[in-house]
């Protein structure tokens, strides 16, 4: 029976107790090693995340909380002024934060789950399902993503479920492409041959076959999906069928203070307030992709060169 790769090994030793210490002083190592593009977005990353898990602690105010004066200046009692109506700001940002960011990773989670799974039992099956799923989803990539998200919405509606379901379903097709095309390189291996004529089922060989050995594309098209699925929803929150009020969010928020740019000449601060959440969406989209660059030359076996 041909041996394994190296990934299948890694999983083995991350469910093994007695060499789990071993393992993690690999990962340990390797962030040592990491540059500093990668430090640096895993540091924002976990700013953003100790954040969005402390925004109740951290925001001064309640979230949808209305203060007397809209349009605030940048005072001590109101960091960056208020919005339209009179919320603070800082509050919106860091409670925007956590709505954005944890339905952006809860859709990606989805997406993978549905094109995931669709994909590897497409691979390991073929035939005729192979060509339903693979159709299926040709189909609806060639639908532009952003127009079809924005009709499903305004037919089921511009709430959360819908909004997770919807965008997950739609990033889903990426994910059964990408799996698919890796997974069919592993289920031609001399161990998924045997591991079928064992009588395992397609669960079993999905899980602990296939999956294992293709992990490192997954995880770096899941930090890709997420920036992805974030840009999607700020999007469509920007054209008011996203996240909806009183919820926070960094896309309404850019909308809700855009026209604050054209008094720059006279306030420049208040002039900046519409670019602070699209200068968080930059950020943590740049972090992501910083750490995932990261990722895709460490798993590559690449060199630096000096």
């Known amino acids: 029976m041909t041996q394994q790769p190296d990934t299948y090994s890694a999983a083995s030793e991350k469910s093994n107790p007695r060499i789990r210490r071993t393992f993690l002083q690999r990962i340990w190592n390797g962030l040592r090693k990491a540059p500093l593009s990668a430090w640096f977005g895993l540091i924002v990353i976990a700013f953003y995340c100790v954040v969005a898990l402390l925004a109740p602690i951290i925001a001064p105010y309640g979230e949808a909380q209305i203060f007397p004066a809209p349009y605030e200046p940048w005072s001590s009692a109101h960091i960056f002024g208020t919005d339209q109506i009179g919320r603070d700001i800082f509050t919106r940002l860091v409670y925007g934060g956590r709505n954005t960011m944890g339905i952006a990773l809860v859709t990606t989670l989805l997406s993978f789950v549905i094109g995931g799974g669709l994909a590897l039992a497409a691979s390991i099956s073929r035939g005729w399902l192979d060509q339903v799923l693979s159709r299926t989803v040709d189909a609806l990539m060639a639908i532009p993503s952003l127009i079809f ?91 008011g069928v996203g996240i909806q009020p009183p919820s926070a969010d960094w896309g309404s928020m850019v909308r809700e203070n855009a026209s604050l740019i054209q008094f720059a000449k006279y306030d420049m601060k208040a002039a900046m307030t519409p670019l602070l959440p699209a200068g968080a969406i930059a950020l943590l989209t740049v972090a992501v992709n910083f750490v995932v660059d990261w990722f895709l030359h460490k798993t590559s076996g690449l060199r630096d060169e000096h």
């Open 149 to 239: 998200a924005l009709m499903l919405l305004s037919i089921f509606g511009s709430n959360v479920t819908s909004l997770i379901c919807i965008i997950a379903v739609l990033d889903s097709t990426r994910v059964f492409r990408l799996t698919r095309s890796v997974a069919i390189n592993v289920v031609v291996m001399d161990y998924v041959e045997a591991a079928r004529l064992r009588g395992e089922k397609l669960g079993w060989i999905m899980r602990r076959e296939i999956l294992p050995n293709i992990m490192p594309p997954l995880v770096a098209e899941f930090g890709l999906r997420f920036c992805f699925v974030f840009l999607t929803i700020a999007a469509l929150s920007f054209l």
